[in-house]
């Protein structure tokens, strides 16, 4: 397991997407795959920065793992923001024209349809949402 502790704001993203990618690259996964995961990781980073600490700052740590084959990554994302559960929130209805959906929501609904696996728990003063992907 690889870690990064970086301060939630959303300036740090491109950092966190390089850490992602070297570990993806040397675990061999695909160009495609990468990228999807990459989506991911940028849904979630950018809501962590912008909503865990609504009135000063904090940090945000990344865990990336591999199984020992290679096929599978897990990254867990933990903060000790605002306690909130995004897969809670009920899944947008995008059989709506844009402008009718509310806003909100596209971005975990857009991660549990990429991710194999989508996870959240509050322990110890902290969220950490995990997510999983086999490549």
Do not use: H, W
């Not at 495609?32 to 865990?52: G, H, L, P, R, S």
């Amino acid at each position: 397991m690889k870690q990064l502790t970086v301060n939630a704001q959303t300036s740090e993203l491109s950092q966190v997407l390089a850490f992602a990618d070297t570990i993806l690259e040397e675990a061999g996964c695909s160009a495609k795959t990468k990228m999807q995961i990459d989506i991911a990781i940028e849904e979630i980073f950018v809501n962590i920065a912008t909503y865990a600490y609504p009135s000063e700052g904090g940090q945000a740590v990344i865990e990336i793992e591999t199984d020992k084959d290679g096929k599978i990554v897990k990254i867990t994302f933990e903060d000790q923001g605002v306690p909130y559960n995004p897969l809670e929130n009920e899944d947008p209805d995008i059989t709506l024209p844009a402008e009718e959906r509310p806003i909100g929501g596209l971005g975990i609904f857009m991660v549990k349809n990429i991710m194999d696996e989508v996870s959240y728990e509050y322990a110890d003063g902290k969220n950490r949402l995990t997510i999983k992907k086999s490549f």
